[in-house]
């Protein structure tokens, strides 16, 4: 080992995702990622069973298992570290980003419920991850029972929370099993009991708390509002829900010694609080200035960006005051399904001649799809899709809605309805920004994080229908890097994040910029996306009727 790896510092940070958790070594000099390792949950998503269990568990659910996080601390990031081939004395900090939301019962001492002998088998006593919908009926309450007292938080939100929020998931746990909801002492964020696990201090982070848990100037929505929502529910904020606030890049606590012996790395070192894995992102782009929107593209895209000004924008997912970066506003808005909406596609819907062509041409079966899809003209296929297969997130915020495709004949090639379904989630991206500026907040700049910015097609096509230049983050890491960029401030190792961010951020600006013609052929697709999007979405109630039929046939 060489005497410059010795007087190198180093940072982690841990990415937990959907079905893995990964953790990546960064120099904390100029941000280069020298090791990183993965570890896919065993577990996964429980959306069919409890572990060990026969029972089926109804439709829109989608838990995980605490156990599956720590096995992330002690696998990853000791493999990290090994692969970075550095001493572990050399690194000064660790941080940690997680999906949201996603919420962990707990008792006081943060021992997950579903940890305890007596509720092994109890569904709710399990963690609900972000893309369980099924307290959408719960989130419908909510809304209109705010709408109707003109509840000062709620255009703070675009008038409508979601069903993967904190509040309209404990409301389901409340009125679907009381055991479990009189059991729990607190309801945290992952972000935060991730975090709670390596330093033994509970904070609870700015982010989440924000943009997930109603924190608006201060105040949660009031005991009076809750009790009026469901008798008895009125507690919930007092006795689940509230705790100290830790701002982005401050020091929860520090290393334990349990927490050493499972990550390899020195006691005592900072822990840095807790962030959600699409804000934390911004600054390893580089991308902390008014104007400039990240979206981190994966199995679902959130939408990230900060402004001088607050505007109430309709259907985000929230604005916050640091929710991002201190001093700016931090907005969100979403896409509950991208990756995903590509990943069902080939499961289910791709011949098996499709996957023998893809094999014989050394590709996978998506890019297999892809190049023949880039061979089309704009339109040629004569399709629409509608990117709702897993509800939307932004602007209606309704996850009762489902995906559509229209344009269908005995001519459709899986080619073509791939393609419409890349442009789907184009058409819904260019609704938020559009929507964005209509609200006072400009948009200039787009830069894509997350796996699907290899898709290169994938790229054009968001660049051609946004009418944006369109930048990469230089990291296939990137909640990891910014992570680790939160652990160096949090080390003190930088005055603040936007400092940090200058050194140890990564970004190729303009990889993809938008063609006249193309974004001229996809305006028209555009204005069909948007009558269907509008009917569908605001207008008749066909999509939410057949999930209650759904619903009706499983049970």
């Known amino acids: 080992m060489s005497s410059g790896q010795l007087e190198e510092q180093y940072a982690i940070g841990v990415d937990y995702g959907t079905l893995s958790g990964r953790a990546v070594v960064v120099r904390v000099s100029d941000g280069a990622e020298v090791g990183s390792a993965v570890h896919a949950y065993p577990h996964a998503v429980v959306d069919r069973r409890l572990p060990g269990s026969d029972e089926e568990l109804p439709p829109e659910w989608a838990l995980q298992v605490p156990e599956d996080y720590r096995e992330v601390l002690r696998i990853a990031v000791p493999a990290a570290v090994a692969a970075a081939g550095i ?167 520090h290393l334990t010694a349990e927490a050493a012996a ?140 489902s995906g559509l495709v229209v344009g269908l004949t005995l001519a459709t090639r899986p080619e073509d309805v791939y393609r419409a379904l890349l442009e789907a989630t184009a058409f819904g991206t260019r609704v938020i920004v559009e929507t964005f500026r209509e609200s006072g907040v400009p948009v200039e700049e787009f830069i894509v994080a997350g796996g699907l910015q290899k898709n290169a097609l994938l790229m054009q096509i968001y660049s051609d229908v946004t009418r944006l230049p369109l930048s990469i983050i230089d990291s296939e890491q990137g909640p990891a890097l910014g992570s680790a960029i939160h652990a160096a401030v949090a080390a003190g190792a930088y005055a603040d994040v936007p400092t940090a961010a200058k050194a140890m951020g990564k970004v190729r600006k303009a990889v993809y910029v938008p063609d006249d013609d193309r974004a001229q052929a996809y305006d028209r697709l555009f204005a069909e996306y948007r009558e269907l999007h509008d009917h569908f979405g605001r207008g008749v109630g066909a999509m939410r009727r057949l999930k209650a039929i759904r619903r009706e046939a499983r049970t």
Request: proline share 4%; net charge negative.
């Open 262 to 401: 499972w990550t390899g790395l020195p006691e005592g070192i900072a822990v840095a609080v807790g962030n959600v894995d699409a804000h934390v992102t911004a600054p390893a782009a580089q991308a902390v200035d008014p104007g400039q929107m990240v979206a981190i593209m994966g199995t679902s895209t959130c939408h990230v960006m900060s402004a001088d000004v607050l505007r109430e924008v309709p259907g985000m997912c929230g604005v916050v005051e640091g929710g991002i970066v201190a001093g700016r506003w931090g907005y969100e808005a979403g896409q509950s399904g991208v990756g995903d909406i590509f990943g069902w596609f080939v499961d289910n819907a791709v011949p098996a001649s499709y996957s023998l062509a893809a094999e014989a041409a050394g590709e996978s079966v998506h890019e297999h799809l892809t190049r023949l899809a880039a061979g089309q003209q704009i339109g040629e296929h004569g399709l629409v899709a509608l990117d709702w297969h897993s509800g939307n997130r932004s602007v209606l915020v309704d996850h009762e809605l």
């Open 87 to 253: 001493d572990p004395t050399a690194v000064i900090g660790i941080a940690t980003d997680f999906t949201a939301c996603t919420m962990v019962p707990t008792l006081a001492d943060g021992t997950p419920l579903s940890e305890l002998d007596d509720f092994r088998d109890r569904p709710h006593a399990y963690v609900k991850l972000w893309k369980h919908h099924a307290a959408q009926a719960h989130a419908d309450r909510i809304n209109r029972l705010a709408a109707e007292r003109g509840e000062a938080w709620l255009p703070r939100y675009g008038g409508l929370i979601s069903s993967e929020w904190e509040f309209a998931k404990g409301l389901q746990v409340f009125e679907e099993d009381r055991e479990v909801y009189d059991r729990m002492e607190r309801w945290v964020e992952a972000a935060d009991w991730i975090v709670w696990q390596l330093c033994g201090r509970y904070v609870r982070n700015a982010c989440s708390a924000g943009y997930k848990g109603i924190l608006q100037d201060g105040a949660y929505p009031g005991t009076d509002f809750l009790e009026a929502l469901s008798p008895g529910f009125g507690g919930f904020v007092d006795d689940k829900v509230a705790h100290p606030i830790g701002e982005l890049g401050s020091v929860a606590g």
